[in-house]
């Protein structure tokens, strides 16, 4: 990986809060930290935000990657802000299928004011668009924010979302690889097991993510039986998968390290994913003591991968 020979650590972090503390900007400027995700913790308003992602790239000896979590529908990180209720994935997708002079005058308002915004901010990713495929029993935590029932709609949805962002400057993180539409339980709380056989998965659930052009690829929480007996974020198989078969050349980054369908030590989540092949490992929950510790694991990896 690249980022070893720069000595940039492969983490993107979650900060605490609306402003940097003593532990944070001690942190930041002692590491070349990969990046930091914001979330709706983080913003008070605009210009506090804006302010708090300046300081950020302040005191950082590298050029820091500055993503956000934000949809639209219900995860709206500026909720606080402006509401984007109705623009859920769901939304786009039927409007593409009933009214497509309207579907593209509503993407282009969207994704014009979310461009504004986070340039104005300093934020350079976005974690959209989601590429997982619906079904009926599609757990709710997907629900809405999947564009549609047909993986050839969920696949030209994200490459029209992921073009017209990356157009602009703004570079995409499609989610969760290799699907997430099967999953019953949230791996926000639990560990998903999906039991789907590999001649489905291909034809269905991969196929949403066949050939994105995303920056980046967010990896799923989740145990595919057919394919591996290890959860989708710790598989050489699966990742390999997502390299051949589905065919993603961008950098592929974990989902938060921090949820709880991961249950092994801290270590194992950090360096796991990389030797599976990952390049970045995502850690949201803002804990400076988990931060330091993983500063401490990565430095030790990079030094005997170098």
């Not at 914001?38 to 005191?59: A, D, P, S, T």
């Not at 489905?200 to 990896?219: P, T, V, W």
């Not at 799923?220 to 589905?246: C, G, V, W």
């Amino acid at each position: 990986m690249a980022a070893f020979k720069n000595k940039i650590i492969p983490v993107i972090f979650g900060l605490c809060g609306q402003f940097l503390n003593n532990d944070e900007i001690k942190l930041i400027k002692n590491n070349k930290i990969y990046g930091f995700i914001i979330f709706e913790r983080n913003i008070l308003n605009l210009v506090q935000l804006k302010k708090l992602i300046k300081h950020i790239k302040f005191i950082t000896s590298n050029d820091p990657l500055i993503m956000i979590d934000h949809e639209g529908g219900r995860v709206n990180r500026f909720n606080k802000i402006f509401s984007q209720k109705k623009y859920t994935a769901e939304y786009f997708g039927k409007l593409y299928l009933t009214d497509r002079k309207n579907f593209y005058k509503e993407t282009s308002n969207f994704i014009d004011l979310n461009v504004g915004i986070f340039k104005f901010l300093g934020i350079d990713t976005v974690a959209y668009p989601v590429a997982d495929l619906k079904y009926k029993k599609t757990h709710k935590v997907i629900g809405d924010r999947s564009f549609s029932n047909n993986p050839t709609i969920v696949n030209k949805l994200c490459e029209y979302f992921i073009e017209k962002y990356q157009d602009k400057g703004i570079n995409c993180i499609a989610k969760h690889a290799p699907g997430h539409g099967l999953a019953i339980v949230d791996s926000h709380f639990k560990l998903p097991i999906v039991e789907e056989n590999k001649e489905n998965l291909f034809k269905k659930d991969f196929l949403c993510f066949k050939n994105l052009r995303s920056k980046f690829l967010m990896m799923a929480h989740i145990k595919y039986t057919f394919l591996d007996f290890k959860i989708a974020t710790y598989s050489s198989k699966i990742l390999t998968l997502i390299r051949k078969k589905i065919n993603f050349k961008g950098l592929i980054m974990t989902d938060d390290i921090c949820m709880k369908a991961l249950k092994e030590n801290l270590k194992t989540k950090v360096t796991q994913p990389l030797l599976a092949g990952c390049d970045i490992i995502l850690h949201c929950n803002g804990n400076i003591n988990e931060m330091k510790k993983i500063i401490g694991i990565l430095k030790k990896w990079m030094s005997q991968k170098i």
